[in-house]
């Protein structure tokens, strides 16, 4: 019943090259300075990745990135390259060298401020963000092209009050 968050993709570079995973497990921490927490597990590669380099992006996808969206959710980065099967565009970002989507609707460059290893959480601050302006200023302008992809739990998604379905994809 908590799920209801933008879903994110989650931009990492590692010995791999670059990787994204999905979150929705994510909230605003502080505005000053703009701080954001989340959650992701220590198994995950995107994890082992942001350990490694501190740093990380924060992308929002809308509905046309679904289907990549539920593959980078569905499968490990330590099976596959994920961005190079999905044909996810990936550029270095403006400030820190991490992916960004630019597909997505914004972008936020975050630098790994402290980590709980037994909660699992991450609190990063926001160096900086750009978005879309026919999706995002100020707010969210949901009434056109603004509409992030919110995960409602399963394979149930939330566009605007569109209501989306999409399982998992572990295969391309």
Request: net charge positive; proline share 6%; with cysteine.
């Amino acid at each position: 019943m908590l799920l209801n968050n933008p879903v994110t993709l989650i931009g990492t570079r590692g010995e791999g090259g670059y990787n994204a995973c999905a979150l929705s497990w994510i909230t605003p921490a502080s505005k000053a300075p703009p701080t954001i927490s989340l959650y992701l597990n220590p198994s995950h590669l995107s994890r082992e990745n942001i350990e490694k380099t501190a740093v990380f992006s924060l992308n929002f996808p809308d509905r046309g990135l679904i289907r990549e969206t539920a593959f980078a959710g569905g499968v490990s980065g330590r099976k596959v390259s994920k961005l190079k099967i999905c044909g996810l565009a990936a550029i270095r970002g403006k400030i820190l060298n991490v992916p960004i989507f630019p597909d997505c609707l914004a972008q936020m460059e975050c630098r790994v401020a402290h980590m709980d290893q037994s909660s699992h959480r991450l609190d990063a601050v926001v160096v900086y963000a750009m978005a879309d302006e026919e999706a995002f200023y100020d707010h969210w302008r949901v009434e056109g092209k603004g509409r992030p992809l919110q995960h409602l739990g399963g394979p149930w998604y939330q566009s605007g009050g569109e209501l989306l379905q999409q399982k998992k994809i572990r295969y391309w």
